[in-house]
């Protein structure tokens, strides 16, 4: 079945490290999004990216980096320059842009949280 | 300013009852898209339904229905005859083009909802 597959479930992360949560589409779509979730709270963008090598910061990009060596895959690192990083952290996946009515499709996400 | 605005934090609903979610939105772009998607506590996002700023009809998907008002900047969510598997939190989406050429999801807060027996 095609879909978006993030790993790990969840992820502890000590002081000063780094860590890496994986997203990988089989969906044959062009775009993927990284986004951050605290509780009770809505989604908000950290990267994204329409093709591969070439990505854009979101609204919160500060603290984290991405990279997209191919199509299928989006990775998000989340650097010890990021302060605050306990949360649910979602990947979607996205076909055609502008104006399309076609929807995100999104993980099941990870959760991260600090020891 | 928020682009995207839940009111209710909480909605409660009986099971078969009809409930209404509100969602407003802000933006100044002719070209927009409205999506809903509900995300159960185990925490997948599923999208629900989509409507189009140029959509002359207001979108139905089964039981979900949007009750657009262009006018007010609105696009409310309409769920028909409750279950108790509707209890979830839901979001309101807008999409917009940005400078280079994408487009981008900007979500709001979200609204939980309770269905009860």
């Known amino acids: 079945d095609g879909g978006i597959t993030q790993s790990p479930k969840y992820l502890f992360r000590k002081e000063g490290q780094n860590v890496t949560l994986s997203c990988e589409q089989n969906?044959?779509?062009?775009?993927m999004y990284w986004y951050r979730q605290d509780p009770g709270q809505g989604l908000r963008l950290i990267y994204y990216?329409?093709?591969?090598?070439?990505?854009q910061k979101g609204d919160i990009a500060e603290g984290y980096s991405v990279s997209r060596e191919k199509k299928e895959s989006f990775p998000l690192t989340v650097t010890s320059a990021q302060k605050n990083p306990t949360a649910f952290y979602l990947c979607?996946?996205?076909?055609?842009?502008?104006?399309?009515?076609?929807?995100?499709?999104f993980g099941d996400g990870t959760r991260l949280s600090i020891l | 300013a928020q682009k995207i605005t839940q009111t209710q934090p909480g909605m409660f609903v009986q099971e078969k009852e009809a409930v209404t979610l509100d969602c407003t939105y802000d933006?100044?772009?002719?070209?927009?898209?409205l999506f809903w998607y509900k995300q159960p506590s185990s925490g997948e996002m599923i999208f629900l339904i989509y409507?189009?700023?140029?959509?002359?009809q207001n979108a139905t998907e089964g039981r979900y229905s949007l009750n657009f008002q262009k006018a007010r900047k609105s696009a409310n969510l309409v769920i028909s005859a409750s279950q108790l598997g509707d209890s979830a939190m839901y979001f309101c989406?807008?999409?917009?083009?940005?400078?280079?050429?994408?487009?981008?999801?900007?979500f709001g807060k979200g609204t939980m909802l309770l269905v009860s027996p």
């Open positions: 979607a996946s996205g076909g055609p842009e502008n104006w399309s009515n076609q929807p995100q499709h």
């Open positions: 969906l044959n779509h062009d775009a």
């Open positions: 990216s329409q093709i591969v090598n070439d990505f």
């Open positions: 933006t100044s772009d002719p070209s927009y898209g």
């Open positions: 409507q189009g700023s140029y959509d002359q």
């Open positions: 989406a807008m999409r917009e083009a940005v400078d280079s050429g994408y487009s981008t999801l900007t």
